[in-house]
Each structure stands twice: as C-alpha cells, then as structure tokens.
C-alpha cells in the first residue's frame, strides 16, 4: 500500500538505497542535510494512515530547484480497493482559491480589470456593489456573507452556483453583508464565486477552460482540473467520512456523496502532489505573473482603517472560529493566499476542508520550502498538523 516516487533518483541521494551516486551533491545538498525532517515527515503521514485519522494521504516536498521527494499511502478508492498513488488527484477544496487570484491577477496585467474596480462594473444591479471591489472580493473583506447563513431566495435553483448568473442569487440573500465593505475581514466563499464570475464574464471563457489554458497547460500540469459533476474516481480518491462505532470501539470509513466540482472557483479543483508543486516552483519563481504581482497578492491585506486583516476579524456569535493556535501568529489573509508565523517562519499557504477532503499547501520563503498535503478524509490531516509544522519550519 505504500508508494514512493524520488525524481531524478533524489530518494538514492537522501536515504543511501543504491550504491550509485548522484552527482548533482551541490544542488541537492539540501536534502542530504535535512533528509532526516523529511524522513519524519513521510513517518507522520504513515502514522495517520496507520491510526485511521484519513483513509489515504499523499505528500510532497521540495527545496529550491532541487528535485522533490514525494510518497503515498493508504486506499484511494476503499470498494474497489485502489491504493493512494504519487499521481492520484484530490479533491483541493479551497486550495482552489490562489488559481482564482491569479487568474484575476493575470487579467488585470492584461489591463482588462484593476483591483479598485467596484462591483457594479461587472454587475450593475448588485446592492451596495460600488462599495466593493476586487481587492475586497480577493482578501475577505467586503462583507458579503456565506450562502448558508444568508437565506437564499426561495427560487434559487439547485445548480445555482455553476449557472451562469450566481451573483444574482447572491445579491438577493435576505443578509447580504455582515458589515460595511472594506472595513473587516470575514472569510467570505461567496465572494471567490463572484471572482470566478467575473473571470468568466472578462475573458469570455468558463473558468475551467481559462485555468486550462493560461495556467494548467503552459505549467505542464496535466493532472489539475475542475472535478467533474460526473465523477468516476478512476484515477482520483474518492473523499470519506469517519463514523465512530462505539460498540466496538472501531473506525469505519463511509464514502462522501458530495461532488466539488459545484464549489467551482471558490473549492472545485482537484490535482495532485506532482502538479502542486509545479505550481508552487511556477507561481514564485514568476513564470505565472511577475514577481511583483506575487508580492501583491501574498502581502497581508488591509482594511479601511489601514490595518491589517488580522487584527480586524469578524466574529459571528453565532459561528465563532476555534482559538488560534499559540505557534501561530499574525494569523490573516493576503489577495487569495493566508499568511502567518509558524513557529517564527513567514509561511505563504492556504487549507481546503469539504466533505470527504483535507488539504494543505505552503510556501515558505526564508528556507525556499514547498509543501503540500492531500488527504481524502474529513479533517485527516489535522491531528499532525502541529508536529508536521514543527519539522518543516527546521528545515
């Protein structure tokens, strides 16, 4: 049940499994030096597979330019009895978010929108929309509440959120705004839907196939896409649920109905380690946007007041978010990618959490680090999410 794969025959290098060399020591020194936190690490992931906190897990990590090392474990497909594989594609969740920054980001290089542009330019009817605009959309700070919280119209259809018009059953919610636009940050899914709108309605394509085509194909990830509304899981996990059984003392994995591909531009992709990493490499070393632009969208967001998000968050009574964890600190947001201190070290990254998926992407600049998660079950990657980032900010 469990794989590795060892680019370029890096797993010889780092771990002595073969009498040949590779002569590439100076580029990959790196790995020689930290190959024991990276060997803790792919031990983490087993533990988690081995004490039935995710059904299957598959991880990644890369330093620099130096190839990367990656591994699997645990079962894609529990019925039909498929193991976790380095190229098995899961469910991202929210990770999904950062392709639709950018997507944005690339539009406003290509002078087709600005990050000041209000809401009304793209849908002149939405309530208050002057007020809002794509910088607010991107970094959670416009106000506009979660569907789920905010009362549908009665006619709101079930496919709503992959039709064409979302935003006119999103501006008819009975609660609209949670506050004044620009002047809080609540982490809005809402207004991601909204960017991916607009990408639609700017480049006159459907957000999969502009992703395909200004990001996927030219980065040479093949294996990233939108989950499709008809799913057959051949070469992608399908996403679990834990049911305690309390009589026996055991845990039974129960197979997720739920379909991404309706989260669209706010949770709908899938891919895979591989391809996470690709993007990773790409998006820092400018090959996507300039570097400049990179700065902008991974800098912490502000509010009207010019702080920063993370010290004017929102908190619903009636929803109040777990306490923030001690060894992370300044805990916020930037234009479709979080920000914080772990343990000291600037971290770049961003979590996906839906039904039946766990996922983790992060950057850390100080040591050129990336890193990237995917579990196919509910919280599956929480109970070593401390002890994971306490190793890797070491390296």
């Known amino acids: 049940m469990k794989t590795r794969l060892l680019l370029l025959g890096l797993l010889i290098l780092v ?4 009498k040949n060399r590779i002569k590439k020591e100076e580029s990959n020194h790196q790995y020689v030096k930290h190959g024991a936190k990276i060997e803790k690490i792919d031990s983490l992931m087993q533990s988690l597979v081995k004490n039935k906190h995710t059904l299957g897990i598959t991880f990644g990590i890369q330093i620099a330019d130096n190839d990367a090392f990656m591994s699997a474990y ?58 809002v605009t794509i910088y607010q959309l991107l970094s959670h700070t416009s106000g506009i509440n979660e569907w789920w919280m905010g009362g549908l119209p009665k006619d709101t259809p079930e496919d709503w959120v992959t039709g064409a018009n979302p935003h006119e059953y999103v501006q008819r919610m009975d609660t609209l705004y949670l506050f004044e636009p620009g002047t809080r940050y609540s982490y809005s899914n809402m207004g991601y839907l909204l960017l991916g709108e607009i990408i639609e309605k700017i480049s006159g394509k459907h957000y999969s196939t502009y992703l395909q085509e200004f990001i996927f194909i030219p980065l040479g990830m093949l294996h990233t896409g939108l989950v499709s509304d008809k799913e057959t899981f051949k070469d992608t996990a399908k996403g679990y649920g834990i049911q305690e059984e309390s009589d ?21 992709l899938k891919s895979n380690v591989g391809d996470m990493l690709i993007w990773s490499r790409a998006l820092f070393n400018g090959q996507l946007i300039d570097k400049g632009t990179v700065d902008k969208l991974t800098t912490y967001a502000r509010v009207s007041s010019h702080l920063p998000v993370y010290e004017v968050k929102y908190i619903d009574p ?18 479709g990618f979080s920000r914080t201190e772990i343990y000291g070290k600037q971290a770049i990254w961003h979590s996906g959490g839906m039904p039946g998926f766990n ?28 002890e994971i980032m306490k190793v890797v900010t070491e390296i």
């Open 74 to 131: 645990g079962w894609a497909d529990l019925e039909q009895h498929k193991s976790v594989e380095i190229n098995t594609k899961f469910g991202l969740a929210s990770v999904t978010k950062p392709f639709t920054a950018v997507a944005i980001a690339q539009l406003a290089k290509d002078g087709k929108l600005t990050f000041e542009d209000p809401l009304t330019r793209f849908f002149p009817d939405f309530p208050e929309g002057e007020k």
């Open 248 to 268: 026996a003392m055991a845990t039974r994995f129960v197979a997720s109905p739920f379909v991404a591909g309706s989260l669209k531009s706010f949770g709908g």
């Open 359 to 386: 996922t983790l992407w992060f950057y850390f600049p100080e040591s050129d680090v990336s890193l990237v998660i995917l579990s196919n079950t509910d919280n599956g990657i929480i109970p070593a999410f401390e």
């Open 318 to 335: 009636k929803f109040p978010p777990p306490p923030p964890q001690d060894f992370m600190k300044k805990d916020g947001y930037a234009l």
């Open 15 to 18: 771990f002595g499994q073969c």
